[in-house]
């Protein structure tokens, strides 16, 4: 088998392979540090690199457009995630593309802090969420002792997990509020673990990208399912929270128009979380 990158030459680490080969149609493996740099110039390689050769990759790093594979790709749906096709989650290409644009605004204006690896479960978000449910917050996670990339991200009624091996269908699992319990935190040096307790099991989950903002998360989350209040909420007490939550979206808003800066942000943002 190639244990070394086509394009650079490098050995390819278990990094690399981590997540699944770098596999090109033609045989050829690269590494992630040359995938990262074609996928910025064109992001489809991440969810269908095995469509791609070396050449046509080189062309792009050289030329910038892939132009025989180009031709191919367009005939793909427009590379719509695997889960598209599924009748549960069927929409046209429009509100496919609408939605998918709503989702990508949210995540700039939440600053959300995520790899590369996690484009291919974002594009899979149009068919998780419904048309009007909001990300309040985001982060790489995957399923402890898995090695599926994947995402974990709360709305305003629940915690959704959409995990994705590569060239695989996504997997999609959901938390209803109602159904947890509490969630807990627990510090590693190298993946930080954020476990959900639900009335029939507790489910942790690994981030190995960032373990100070996967802390961040869990403090954000933490805020809503770990107050006692929570567990028996009032009608008022739920509009106050519907209310923090809309106030935080605007609070986004001021700050992506520069009308607040990070600092002021910031100390807002704090004020308003005290408040749920």
Do not use: W
Not at 48 to 70: P, T, V, W, Y
């Amino acid at each position: 088998m190639n244990d070394h990158c086509g394009l650079c030459g490098k050995k390819l680490t278990s990094i690399d392979t981590m997540l699944g080969e770098n596999k090109l149609s033609d045989g050829n493996i690269i590494c992630n540090s040359c995938l990262e740099k074609a996928s910025a110039m064109n992001e489809e390689l991440l969810s269908d690199l095995h469509r791609f050769s070396l050449k046509d990759i080189e062309n792009l790093l050289h030329n910038g457009e892939i132009a025989q594979e180009q031709t191919v790709q367009e005939n793909i749906a427009e590379n719509l995630p695997s889960i598209a096709d599924s009748e549960q989650n069927a929409l046209s290409k429009d509100l496919y593309k609408k939605r998918l644009k709503e989702i990508k605004k949210q995540l700039e204006s939440l600053r959300a802090n995520l790899s590369l690896f996690t484009k291919g479960e974002i594009k899979e978000l149009p068919y998780v969420l419904d048309l009007d449910e909001k990300i309040l917050a985001i982060i790489d996670a995957q399923f402890a002792k898995t090695t599926d990339a994947g995402i974990l991200l709360v709305t305003p009624k629940r915690i959704i997990s959409v995990s994705k091996a590569m060239f695989s269908p996504a997997k999609v699992n959901e938390f209803l509020n109602d159904n947890i319990l509490e969630v807990s935190f627990v510090k590693n040096f190298v993946s930080p673990n954020i476990r959900i307790h639900t009335k029939e099991k507790t489910v942790e989950f690994e981030s190995f990208f960032n373990k100070d903002y996967a802390e961040d998360f869990y403090h954000f989350i933490s805020k809503i399912y770990n107050k006692e209040a929570s567990k028996a909420s009032s009608p008022e007490q739920n509009t106050v929270s519907e209310s923090v939550l809309e106030q935080l979206e605007k609070l986004g808003q001021l700050r992506e128009n520069g009308i607040l800066t990070e600092e002021e942000f910031t100390s807002q943002k704090k004020k308003l979380l005290e408040k749920l």
